[in-house]
Nanobody
Framework: QVQLVESGGGLVQAGGSLRLSCAAS????????MGWFRQAPGKEREFVAA????????YYTDSVKGRFTISRDNAENTVYLQMNSLKPEDTAVYHC????????????????WGQGTQVTVSS
């Protein structure tokens, strides 16, 4: 089992920044990638960003490219999502995810999820 706990969400004005953190515990050595997903009210959960175990490969959904940066500190078992130039449409609950499965893309195959942290961007 892998446990994930997110932190760092909050209320910010448009154009501002937030940094989300995801602390992993348990069988973290069994994971091969970690990612961030978000779910806005009334919408389905969507992929935001992902990073390989080594940190050498990252992938972003188009709407956040150039604004968000995913990174990880394997020594601390922590993944980060730096969010800059935030927009009201970024408002959502952000979930950290980890996977022990191997799939063709970094966007899929996640089998462990955190409870989420709320990000609200005011206009």
């Amino acid at each position: 089992q892998v446990q994930l706990v997110e932190s760092g969400g909050g209320l910010v004005q448009a154009g501002g920044s937030l940094r989300l953190s995801c602390a992993a515990s348990g069988r973290t050595l069994s994971t091969n990638a970690m990612g961030w997903f978000r779910q806005a009210p009334g919408k389905e959960r969507e992929f935001v960003a992902a990073i390989s175990r080594s940190g050498g490969i990252t992938y972003y959904t188009d709407s956040v490219k150039g604004r968000f940066t995913i990174s990880r500190d394997n020594a601390e078992n922590t993944v980060y999502l730096q969010m800059n130039s935030l927009k009201p449409e970024d408002t959502a609950v952000y979930h950290c995810a980890a996977r022990t499965l191997v799939t063709q893309t970094l966007q899929t195959g996640y089998n462990y999820w955190g409870q989420g942290t709320q990000v609200t961007v005011s206009s």
